[in-house]
């Protein structure tokens, strides 16, 4: 960012001028992000829809991407947006690792994109706003963590679990009721996967599980061994049973992970 800024400014998101507008600019919105925490790592996850407005823009985005080997960002906001942040991050990481000889620190890496989403201030104020999740194991302190942001770049480190996007309200009152400091990384999936499910219960701009057209929530874990994205197979095991267990107890019980 600071040798584009120096040569090549105008290719920064947060510099480009927009023509004005007579209201909201009508883009496709990626949503609903979770990541929890267990013994050993974090999962971070997200469902698959972007909608532009009332209409269904996509419904197999891919929405969590890798930072690097020990993290990953889970992107809500303007899509396009925020996925060109996300390459960039990728690249600055990279670049760290290969001119220091060492990875930058997790909490250096919140840092980082913490200044990336302020930098886009000036498009967030015109509606095209991008709030990511950032997770990550900190081989520091051995054990997974969670940071979430708002539109001026703000950064909080979440305890346990953490949501953002449109349907992060339902998202999370899921994972208060289901999630324990004991989650295995087996529940800890479940839980991610459950969550999105009833946040798509609630929220029409979040996906749930598409069984007729194999679309299955994006699901990682990311623990001392690095990151590693769950397979379709695996996820849509996972997608299977909680929708199972809905089919026989639709009221949604505590018991869901028990």
């Known amino acids: 960012m600071d040798f584009l800024a120096q040569h090549k400014p105008e290719l920064l998101p947060g510099n480009r001028q927009l023509p004005p507008t007579q209201g909201a600019i009508e883009a ?7 990541a929890v925490t267990f013994e ?35 992107i809500a ?46 498009l967030a104020m015109q509606g095209l706003a991008v709030v990511p999740l950032f997770a990550g194991y900190d081989l520091d302190r051995d054990k997974g963590r969670i940071f979430s942001y708002d539109v001026t770049g703000g950064r909080s480190e979440e305890h346990g679990f953490a949501a953002t996007g449109s349907g992060s309200v339902f998202a999370r009152g899921s994972m208060k009721k289901l999630y324990r400091e004991d989650l295995g990384e087996e529940e800890a999936t479940t839980l991610v996967v ?14 749930g599980p598409d069984v007729a057209r194999r679309i299955y929530p994006i699901v990682t874990v990311i623990t001392e061994d690095g990151f590693r ?3 379709d ?3 849509s095991e996972i997608a299977r049973s909680v929708l199972q267990r809905r089919l026989e107890q639709p009221d949604g019980p505590r018991a869901a992970l028990l």
């Open 28 to 34: 496709p919105h990626g949503t609903t992000i979770v």
């Open 40 to 74: 050993g790592g974090v999962v971070l996850a997200g469902d698959r829809r972007a909608t532009m407005g009332n209409v269904i823009a996509q419904r197999d985005i891919e929405k969590v991407f890798p930072a690097d080997e020990y993290s990953a960002v889970g």
């Open 77 to 122: 906001g303007t899509a396009g947006i925020a996925v060109e942040m996300v390459k960039l991050f990728q690249l600055e990481l990279e670049h760290f690792e290969k001119v220091e000889g060492t990875q930058l620190s997790l909490e250096g890496k919140a840092n980082r994109l913490s200044t990336m989403i302020r930098s886009n201030l000036g």
């Open 194 to 207: 459950q969550a999105l499910y009833d946040a798509a219960d609630d929220d029409s701009a979040t996906g």
């Open 229 to 231: 994205r769950l397979t």
């Open 233 to 235: 197979e695996e996820t």
